[in-house]
């Protein structure tokens, strides 16, 4: 059975940083792109952070570019999100999404690959954000 797992949320202060993980079970993260997607509070689901598997190509909304990282470990399944100086704007639940897709080319590709593509989801974990 196909699953996605996120972890790693909780609370932070303002500048800190949290990592989250997705781990995937039933399948291989081989030949897939996998989201990172943020819903704050009382608004709709954004994507923030895309990677395709097979060459490592990267999306980063505007939001997070320079401050959110993207990376897997293949051997675990697993691909990660690093958060550095949270703020304000980036409380919310944050959930993993997988697209089985070729590497996306251009904003226009991850842009679909984002809204379109994806097909498996994690429940996703809350980031907190607060002094």
């Known amino acids: 059975q196909l699953q996605l797992v996120e972890s790693g949320g909780g609370l932070v202060q303002p500048g800190g940083s949290l990592r989250l993980s997705c781990t995937a079970s039933g399948f291989t993260l081989n030949n897939y792109a996998i989201g990172w997607f943020h819903q704050a509070p009382g608004k709709e689901r954004e994507g923030v952070s895309c990677l395709s598997v097979s060459d490592g190509s990267t999306y980063y909304a505007d939001s997070v570019k320079g401050r959110f990282t993207v990376s897997r470990d293949n051997a675990k399944k697993t691909v990660f999100l690093q958060m550095n100086r949270l703020n304000p704007e980036d409380p919310g639940v944050y959930s993993c999404?997988?697209?089985?897709?070729?590497?996306?080319?251009?904003?226009?590709?991850?842009?679909?690959?984002?809204?379109?593509?994806?097909?498996?989801w994690g429940k996703g974990t809350l980031v907190t954000v607060s002094s």
């Open positions: 999404a997988v697209a089985p897709t070729p590497p996306p080319v251009g904003p226009r590709d991850w842009s679909a690959t984002m809204e379109y593509g994806m097909e498996y």
